[in-house]
C-alpha cells in the first residue's frame, strides 16, 4: 500500500474516531449515511473504467462498485490507517488502497496513473477541514469523459428544526460538519474546470448528490 504526505494531525484525529468506531461503522453507518447505494448504482460503470474513492473509509463503496459494474478498477484513498485496515481486509487483491490526503494527493505516485473515469465522495466532505480544496482536488483527477459523484448531508430542511439542530450536535461530535453550500461551491468549480454539473436533493433534503462530468 502507498503511503503519500499528508497533514499528520488531520490524519491522527481521524485515526481517534475510527480506532474503535471501524468495528462497528459499516452496521451503524446503514442507519443514516442515505444515498450512497443510489450513487453507486448511477455510476454507469464500464469494464475496464477506473473508479477512484477520497475518503474511502472501510472500503464498504468500493466493494459494491466492483460488484454493481463488473471490470472496473478500483482505487481507495484514506486519511485513517485506521479505516484502511478495514479497506484491505474487505478488498484484499480486487483493489488498489493508498493512505493520503484527498485535498493533495499525488495520484500517479500512489495509483501509478492521474486520470479516473470515475471519482467517488461519499460522505467524506463533511470531515475534510479543507473540503473546497478536496472537491478541486477530486475534479482534477477526472479522465476525460469522467464524473465526479459526491454525495453529502444536505440541508435537511425537510426536518423539524429541532431535530434539525441535534442531528448537527450530534454529528459534530463525530467532527462532521454538513457542507450546506456544497452546490455553490460545485457551481463555481463546475465553471472553473470546464464541468457539467448536476444536483440532485433527496428526500426532506436529508442527503445531496452532486455529479460533476468532464
Ligand atoms: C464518514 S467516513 C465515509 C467513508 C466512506 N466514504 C463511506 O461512504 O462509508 C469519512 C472518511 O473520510 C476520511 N477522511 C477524512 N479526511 C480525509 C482527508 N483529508 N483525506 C482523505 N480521507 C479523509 C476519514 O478517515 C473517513 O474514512
Redesign the pocket.
Same mark, same amino acid.
Given at each position: 500500500m502507498a503511503t503519500a504526505p $499528508?497533514?499528520p494531525d $488531520? =490524519?491522527a484525529l481521524?485515526d481517534q &474516531?475510527?480506532r474503535g468506531q471501524r468495528h462497528i461503522? *459499516?452496521l451503524t453507518?446503514k442507519y443514516y449515511?442515505f444515498g450512497?447505494d443510489r450513487l453507486i448504482r448511477e455510476l454507469d460503470g464500464r469494464p475496464g473504467m477506473a473508479a477512484l474513492?477520497? =475518503?474511502? =473509509?472501510?472500503g464498504?463503496?468500493l466493494r459494491l462498485i466492483s460488484s454493481s459494474w463488473p471490470g472496473m478498477h478500483c482505487f481507495g484513498? *484514506? %486519511? !485513517?490507517s485506521e479505516?484502511l485496515k478495514n479497506a484491505r481486509k474487505r478488498l484484499g487483491t480486487t483493489g488498489t488502497l493508498a493512505l =493520503? *490526503?484527498?485535498?493533495s494527493?499525488d495520484a500517479p505516485a500512489l495509483f501509478g496513473r492521474a486520470g479516473f473515469d470515475r471519482v467517488?465522495? !461519499?460522505?467524506?466532505l !463533511?470531515? %475534510?477541514? *479543507?473540503w473546497q480544496a478536496?472537491l478541486t482536488r477530486a475534479g482534477a483527477a477526472l479522465a476525460p469523459g469522467g464524473s465526479l459523484h459526491v454525495?453529502d448531508f444536505g440541508d435537511c430542511d425537510g426536518l423539524p428544526a429541532p431535530l434539525r439542530r441535534l442531528l448537527d450536535a450530534w454529528l459534530a461530535r463525530?467532527h &462532521?460538519s454538513p457542507r450546506r453550500d456544497l452546490p455553490e461551491v460545485a457551481e463555481r468549480l463546475a465553471r472553473a474546470q470546464g464541468l457539467r454539473m448536476h444536483v440532485l436533493r433527496g428526500p426532506l433534503g436529508y442527503y445531496q448528490l452532486v455529479r460533476l462530468t468532464r
Open positions: $499528508h497533514r $488531520h =490524519g481521524m &474516531v475510527y461503522y *459499516d453507518r449515511l450512497r474513492e477520497l =475518503g474511502c =473509509g472501510t464498504r463503496n484513498l *484514506d %486519511i !485513517s479505516m =493520503g *490526503d484527498a485535498t494527493f467517488v465522495l !461519499s460522505y467524506a !463533511s470531515m %475534510i477541514p *479543507d478536496a454525495v463525530f &462532521v
